[in-house]
T-cell receptor, first 115, second 112 residues
Framework: NAGVTQTPKFQVLKTGQSMTLQCAQD?????MSWYRQDPGMGLRLIHY???????DQGEVPNGYNVSRSTTEDFPLRLLSAAPSQTSVYFC??????????????FGQGTRLTVV | GEDVEQSLFLSVREGDSSVINCTYT??????LYWYKQEPGAGLQLLTY?????DMKQDQRLTVLLNKKDKHLSLRIADTQTGDSAIYFC????????????FGTGTRLLVSP
C-alpha cells in the first residue's frame, strides 16, 4: 500500500514557466488537498477536493489550478510560475470529512524553487 | 476565522521531558491533532484528542486539552534524539471540515 505519492520530489522553474505537480493515492480516499509549507507559516491550504469532479479553493489559491477526474489523482498546476511560489508542496488525502475520519495522509512533498 | 499558534523552537536534553504548547481559536473544534514532520519528510499523524477529553496518554506521549483557555499541549516523556522534528498542532477548519488549520510548527531539537 503506497499511500500518497507525489512527483517530482524536487523542481527548479524559471519565472513564467508552467508545470504540474502530480499526486496519487491508492486508498480510495474521497478527500484530497494541496498545501504549501513556508518557513514560520505552517501549512496553508491551496485547493481541495471532496470527490471526483468536485474541487474548491483554499486559503491561497491564486496562481494554481486543480482538477479531479479520478478518485486516485489530484494534480496541481502552476500556470505561470513566480518566485513567490517557491515553497514545499504537500498533497494529502483523507477518507472523508466526518467525525472519525481524523487522519490525513501526507505525501513526501515537492520542493519547488522558482528563479 | 481559525488560528493556531505555537512557539517556534524548543531545545531539550536527551532523557528530559519536552512540552510543546499550542493555542487555538475555534472553540467548536471537535478534535485537535498533533503531527510530526521529520527532516525531508511529509507530516505524520502523531496523536489526536477529542474535545470532550481533557487528557490522552499514548506510551511516551501525553496530550492535555484546556478548553476554557483553548490551550493544547504535547508532552513527550524521556525525549530521544529520534524525537527531533517539527511538531504541528492542527484543528479542523471550514464548514464541514474541509481543511486542517495548522500552527506554524515547533522545531524540537534533542541534544545528547
Amino acid at each position: 500500500n503506497a499511500g500518497v505519492t507525489q512527483t517530482p520530489k524536487f523542481q527548479v522553474l524559471k519565472t513564467g514557466q508552467s508545470m504540474t505537480l502530480q499526486c496519487a493515492q491508492d486508498m480510495n480516499h474521497e478527500y484530497m488537498s494541496w498545501y504549501r509549507q513556508d518557513p514560520g507559516m505552517g501549512l496553508r491550504l491551496i485547493h481541495y477536493s471532496v470527490g471526483a469532479g468536485i474541487t474548491d479553493q483554499g486559503e491561497v489559491p491564486n496562481g494554481y489550478n486543480v482538477s479531479r477526474s479520478t478518485t486516485e489523482d489530484f494534480p496541481l498546476r502552476l500556470l505561470s510560475a513566480a518566485p513567490s511560489q517557491t515553497s514545499v508542496y504537500f498533497c494529502a488525502s483523507r477518507e472523508g470529512t466526518g467525525v472519525g475520519n481524523t487522519e490525513a495522509f501526507f505525501g513526501q512533498g515537492t520542493r519547488l524553487t522558482v528563479v | 476565522g481559525e488560528d493556531v499558534e505555537q512557539s517556534l523552537f524548543l531545545s531539550v536534553r536527551e532523557g528530559d521531558s519536552s512540552v510543546i504548547n499550542c493555542t487555538y481559536t475555534d472553540s467548536s473544534s471537535t478534535y485537535l491533532y498533533w503531527y510530526k514532520q521529520e527532516p525531508g519528510a511529509g507530516l505524520q499523524l502523531l496523536t489526536y484528542i477529542f474535545s470532550n477529553m481533557d487528557m490522552k496518554q499514548d506510551q511516551r506521549l501525553t496530550v492535555l486539552l484546556n478548553k476554557k483557555d483553548k490551550h493544547l499541549s504535547l508532552r513527550i516523556a524521556d525525549t530521544q534524539t529520534g524525537d527531533s522534528a517539527i511538531y504541528f498542532c492542527a484543528e479542523p477548519g471550514g464548514t464541514g471540515f474541509q481543511k486542517l488549520v495548522f500552527g506554524t510548527g515547533t522545531r524540537l531539537l534533542v541534544s545528547p
